[in-house]
């Protein structure tokens, strides 16, 4: 019978680790007890996949991608939802008495004998990532929602008694509307979907999840469901149920594995009925460290730089929807600390921020950010965070605010980094105020990743080489479609820059009122990358494709 490999020696005979670190791992495993694999991956030595890989050698057994398979709910069944979370196991396929289960960890022997006597059948263990089989638990496991439509919505949304009594007098004629309800949200959060959109037509409603970037339909379903799922939604955001000649603003928060997600609505009323939009705040998205976000080796060098300067202002520019709000948020998360008072005011407020101090603009009681910012400068704050940057007053108080020893983060619409000292010179900032307390503009861009599991490379074409300025040959990957990236060809977004950093030069072209051009020229010779650059070097790194370039920096 043949002896099986150890992992360790299965990752050094691949060249993947060498004596010296399996010695190092074996050393920390005798004093923390932790498995190889997990001290391996945490210390840097081998990666994720290397270690999937190894124990599928290990074990001899398949390796599965649960994100491509669909499996049938009569197989989920076979497994109790309480063993499959215990052990992190899916089943996958029931084959002549044989169930075939996806784990994260396959050689733990006591979870496959405790499945084998709960089913009754003989196991055949698969291994598959912890990410991958959590996801296909929330997925396909149903809590029996139709049945206990009322105590699955009470656990999810957290409101007051008064309101959940009202509630309960809707969920006892109507309960597979909360199942409705549910359904879409949590598949929301389990697609990564940003936004949710019900809308009214003359005869159904649509639902529309935006991925990436994008609107995707999900479903239709006949239209004498929408008001009942109107007044449900109002009633979670605490709205005027019986209003619906205007639009309306609330927001709730809604558990979903064990995390709590801010959800923010906006219910408008259309010709054929109150439309609703649900933006998903999820607050582990939002708090990036500054090495999640993208930045390269000299802009990440900048950054740093900026963003711990004693006073002054640092710009986020881009369109809607291009990741400011996130990348400002790092910022503040990457300088926060006790001796600091941070103050924000935001339209909305997005996220709660620890240690954070924020306000929200209110334009129904005329409370705008120009007054927010007048009440935070009474506040002693050492760093300030204005949602936005929308004309002449809110920019003049923000000028003020760095003049006197503040440091001020906010957004900005403009095209690019360089565009944004002209569009502050249009509100009237005069140029010496600017080049005194400008700190740093950056410019943002969210471009889709490419699938991992279905992209392919191809030889750039002529064409291709030219968008890319580059002469010698080269492979770039294209977008495909698979059931893991819902036969799109992306998976997630990353950002591209373009950071401009406040130098004397550059202040004294400000001050000599010198055109955008005149300042490019000089910041491209200094170093700077534009969006176009920057997204290039994403393409060929093989992160982005070509046709993402062309759609948002070209």
Do not use: W
């Not at 945490?42 to 057994?61: C, F, H, P, W």
């Not at 360089?418 to 009237?428: A, C, F, G, H, N």
């Not at 943002?444 to 064409?463: D, G």
Request: one cysteine or more; hydrophobic letters at 40%; proline letters at 3%.
């Amino acid at each position: 019978m043949a002896v099986k490999k150890r992992l360790g020696e299965i990752l050094r005979t691949e060249g993947l680790l060498s004596d010296e670190q399996l010695s190092l791992a074996l050393e920390i495993q005798r004093k923390t007890e932790e498995k190889l694999g997990d001290i391996l991956v945490n210390q840097g030595m081998v990666s994720y996949d290397e270690i999937l890989t190894a124990i599928k050698r290990q074990l001899n057994i398949p390796m599965l991608e649960l994100d491509e398979i669909h499996i049938k709910q009569e197989v989920i069944r076979v497994l109790p939802e309480k063993l499959a979370r215990k052990y992190s196991a899916v089943p996958v396929r029931l084959d002549n008495g044989e169930l075939l289960v996806a784990m994260s960890d396959p050689s733990n022997y006591f979870a496959i004998d405790d499945i084998r006597l709960a089913t009754g059948y003989v196991i055949k263990p698969a291994i598959s990532s912890q990410d991958q089989v959590l996801r296909n638990i929330e997925k396909y496991y149903d809590k029996e929602k139709a049945q206990k439509a009322a105590e699955v919505f009470q656990r999810s949304v957290v409101m007051s008694r008064n309101q959940v009594e009202k509630l309960e007098t809707e969920l006892n004629q109507d309960a597979p509307i909360i199942q409705f309800i549910n359904t879409v949200l949590e598949n929301a959060i389990i697609y990564k979907a940003s936004d949710v959109h019900i809308e009214p037509e003359d005869a159904e409603i649509r639902v529309r999840y935006r991925v990436d970037g994008f609107l995707e339909e999900i479903l239709r379903s006949d239209i004498q469901i929408l008001e009942p799922v109107v007044s449900i939604v109002k009633i979670m955001s605490n709205m005027n149920i019986s209003e619906k000649r205007v639009p309306q603003d609330g927001r709730f928060l809604y558990r979903a594995s064990g995390k709590f997600v801010d959800m923010r609505v906006s219910v408008v009323p259309t010709i054929y009925g109150e439309k609703i939009v649900i933006r998903l705040l999820n607050k582990d998205d939002a708090l990036l460290e500054l090495s999640r976000l993208g930045f390269k080796e000299r802009e990440n060098e900048i950054i740093q730089r900026t963003i711990r300067k004693p006073y002054g202002i640092v710009l986020m520019c881009g369109p809607t929807g291009s990741g400011k709000t996130t990348t400002l948020y790092s910022f503040i998360n990457e300088v926060n600390d006790v001796r600091k008072n941070i103050v924000t005011i935001e339209d909305p407020v997005e996220y709660n921020l620890e240690g954070v101090n924020q306000m929200q603009v209110n334009n129904k009681i005329g409370f705008t950010f120009a007054d927010g910012l007048r009440s935070i400068l009474r506040q002693d704050p050492d760093i300030v965070l204005v949602g936005e940057i929308r004309d002449q007053e809110t920019a003049e108080i923000s000028i003020r605010a760095a003049l006197t020893g503040h440091l001020v983060f906010s957004t900005i619409h403009t095209n690019n980094a360089v565009s944004t000292i002209s569009r502050l010179k249009d509100m009237d900032i005069q140029p010496y105020l600017l080049a005194s307390t400008l700190a740093g503009v950056i410019s943002q861009r969210l471009v889709r990743k490419v699938c991992p599991f279905c992209a392919i490379s191809e030889p750039a074409s002529a064409y291709e080489k030219q968008i890319l300025g580059v002469t010698e040959d080269v492979m770039l990957k294209k977008s495909v479609g698979c059931p893991s990236c819902n036969m799109k060809g992306y998976k997630g977004r990353t950002a591209v820059f373009e950071v401009l950093e406040m130098d004397d030069e550059i202040k004294r072209l400000i001050v000599e009122d010198a055109s955008d051009l005149e300042i490019e020229k000089y910041a491209r010779q200094s170093g700077m990358e534009s969006l176009k650059e920057s997204c290039i070097s994403k393409v060929l790194a093989g992160e982005t494709t070509i046709e993402e370039l062309m759609r948002t920096t070209l």
